[in-house]
Nanobody
Framework: QVQLVESGGGLVQPGGSLRLSCAASGSIFSIYTMGWYRQAPGKRRELVAHITSGGNTNYADFVKGRITISRDNPKNTVYMQMNSLKPEDTDVYYC?????????????WGQGTQVTVSS
């Protein structure tokens, strides 16, 4: 089992920045990917960005050029730096981790952190 604790969400003005953090604990030895998803009311969660244990990254089109994901392996923590934020970025953001169990990917989720971009 993997536990994920998120922090860094909040209220910012358009054009502002936030850095989200997600710390993993539990069966961290088996994690090979960590990342962030967002979910609007009534919508399915969608990928924002993720990073593999080897440092390879993947970004959704709507955040490319504005968001950077990174990880600190000794601290078992993933970070997402969010710049030039727009009102449409307002959402609940969820940390996730994928680990391999019996050759199958198992996904774990954080509780979510609110990001609000508004004047």
């Amino acid at each position: 089992q993997v536990q994920l604790v998120e922090s860094g969400g909040g209220l910012v003005q358009p054009g502002g920045s936030l850095r989200l953090s997600c710390a993993a604990s539990g069966s961290i030895f088996s994690i090979y990917t960590m990342g962030w998803y967002r979910q609007a009311p009534g919508k399915r969660r969608e990928l924002v960005a993720h990073i593999t244990s080897g440092g390879n990254t993947n970004y959704a089109d709507f955040v490319k050029g504005r968001i950077t994901i990174s990880r600190d392996n000794p601290k078992n923590t993933v970070y997402m730096q969010m710049n030039s934020l727009k009102p449409e970025d307002t959402d609940v953001y969820y940390c996730n981790a994928i680990r391999g169990v019996n050759y199958l990917p198992i996904r774990s989720w954080g509780q979510g952190t609110q990001v609000t971009v508004s004047s």
